[in-house]
């Protein structure tokens, strides 16, 4: 059975750091690409960043040069390191899989997904 676990949300101050964890389990291969994505309240999903197996990378301009996608194709798991985090990137973060075979991700529909981990940037 797929399976997605988000880990690493948590309470952080302006300008500090959190990085995120997405271990993947019961895929048949590595050959998947996978997409951060976060909801805050009241507001609809927004996609973060990808990566494919080939590691092509992609950020919303929201969060470029602050956040930095990567993935331990040994370990199954893909991390989101965020810096100089801001009050409007509180949210619950998810992240999903997609098996894709191209180096480009942007764009992909994503068929697994996580439970999502909460990211509060607050003083």
């Known amino acids: 059975q797929l399976q997605l676990v988000e880990s690493g949300g948590g309470l952080v101050q302006p300008g500090g750091s959190l990085r995120l964890s997405c271990a993947a389990s019961g895929f048949t291969d590595d050959y998947y690409a996978i997409g951060w994505f976060r909801q805050a309240p009241g507001k609809g999903r927004e996609g973060v960043s990808c990566?494919?197996?080939?590691?092509?990378?992609s950020y919303a301009d929201s969060v470029k040069g602050r956040f930095t996608i990567s993935r331990d194709n040994a370990k199954n798991t893909v991390y989101l390191q965020m810096n100089s985090l801001k009050p409007e990137d509180t949210a619950v973060y998810y992240c999903?899989?997609?098996?894709?075979?191209?180096?480009?991700?942007?764009?992909?529909?994503?068929?697994?997904w996580g439970q999502g981990t909460q990211v509060t940037v607050s003083s």
């Open positions: 999903a899989a997609e098996h894709w075979y191209g180096s480009n991700c942007e764009g992909l529909k994503y068929d697994y």
């Open positions: 990566i494919s197996r080939s590691d092509g990378k």
